[in-house]
């Protein structure tokens, strides 16, 4: 078994994904459990327009052992509670996207049936006032949980806007302290194993050669391994998410520095907006079959907070996902392995679940099939709820009447995304399948969010007398309101806490 063991490992390609990969990978397997050696050329470019996150990037931190504070001066990050959406539903109208939880479940029955009961009500009428999230980031504030008992600021969720070519810089400094060797070079020819069929080593245009046991390809949206090499299909899923380009800028900053992302509607797609301490991120996701190039820049251009600090750049994209992500001795990771539009800040989780996935599954010299089928199959379920998640954003418009938003109402859903709106339409029931990354409290949000009516709600909430139904609701909007008093201003905590130099 010992001489079965991997013993080096070759990550193809740098940037957030080869970088993550090999810091991972060097913190839990250790120097002496096999070499790693991560291969980039500068000639390369990255696309590192993806600088928003989600709360689960926190573990993957705690992974590496990062200090928080160090690492949000070292990427100029600031702090993210969710998505602000504008326009979506219907032209000007806002709703919000919050980490954490709406209110708290009572007697076994979810929040948002109770809330449900009284959303009629003018007192209740606005979800935010239930979310400590979505009202601290109304309010503009921000803070780390810290021990309150049973206050709703003991347990705040929050990721992080960050600088994703910094952040990739920070990675690369942590990865080879953990010994990863880094080799400059542009690969010109892939060598397969004649007998198994594995790769074997790559070349490169120096005439060096790098062999491994282990390869992940890292090497972005042309896949040199994975597809380039082993021949491994993709699977177009632009019927259901049509949006194939993006054009991104960076903006001045502005005196509003907001602890969220906001993701506003337009004619052909959306645009982002996310505030880093040194300048803002912005982007503008489209579908050319019904924008030109030049109108959508057009668009993104003139809907800046600042002067542009940059012309536009151009990023074209099918969202989809490679047919298997393991396949023989290659596990592709990042771009390589498919694309789901920024809109829900999921890239970079889908790094971080691909090397999650791997170490959990580790392999040994024989490649068992039954580790990559497994393989396969985890990370092919979360890619389809993820983009189901992100599908029902489409469909849900109701307010645009452009070509574009006609066609995303009409469009044929995925069975399983069809099923959760039917059941939210007849009974206000929102449910998490299988520990998929969007919760209950994402569904509905999105639901609630952008007008998804329903008939009736749990009626197992009438445990609950209405009088007393009113008094607990009262008094948790209560507590959430005193609780974002007491946090400080987001820009005031990030001043006193993690400023960039």
Known sequence: MAGERIRSI???????????????????????????????????????VGEATIPQI???????????????????????????????????????????????????VSFHAFWERLCAEPEFADIAAFSLTALAARERKFMRPIDAGHSPLSNIAYAFHFDAGLYARYLREIAEGLGVRRIEGKIVDVVRDGESGHIASVRLESGSEVAGDLFIDCSGFRGLLIGGTLGVPYIDWSSHLPCNRALAVPCASIDD????????????????????????????????????????????MSNLDGEAMAEPRMVKFTTGHRQR????????????????????STSIWMV?????????????????????????????EESEYIRDFLVLHYYLNRGRDSPFWEYCRNMELPERLAEKIRVFEATGR?????DELFNDTSWFAVMVGQGLEFGRYDPVAELLSLEETRHRLAEIKRVIANSVDYMPAHRQFIADNCAAA
């Open 10 to 48: 070759v990550v193809v390609g740098g940037g957030t994904a080869g970088w993550m990969s090999a810091a991972a990978l060097a913190r839990v397997l250790g120097r002496d459990y096999a070499e790693i050696i991560l291969i980039e050329s500068e000639e390369i470019g990255t696309v590192g």
């Open 58 to 108: 926190n573990i993957f931190n705690r992974l590496l052992g990062l200090d928080e504070n160090d690492f949000v001066r070292r990427t100029k990050a600031t702090f993210k509670l969710g998505i602000e959406f504008v326009g979506w539903g219907r032209p000007g109208h806002r709703y919000f996207h919050p980490f954490g939880k709406y209110g708290i479940d009572m007697e076994g």
């Open 257 to 300: 520095l907001t602890p969220f992302t906001r993701s506003t509607a337009h004619d052909a797609g959306w645009q982002w907006r996310i505030p880093l301490q040194h300048r803002i991120g912005n982007g503008h996701v489209y579908c050319s079959e019904f924008i030109s190039d030049d109108e959508a820049a057009h668009v993104l």
């Open 325 to 344: 992500f393991w396949e023989g001795n290659c596990v592709a990771v990042g771009l390589s392995s498919g694309f789901m539009e920024p809109l829900e």
């Open 352 to 380: 971080q679940n691909g090397i999650a996935r791997l170490l959990a599954n580790f392999p040994d010299l024989t490649f068992a099939d039954a580790t990559r089928d497994r393989y396969n199959r985890l990370m092919l």
């Open 430 to 434: 929102c449910f998490r399948e299988n």
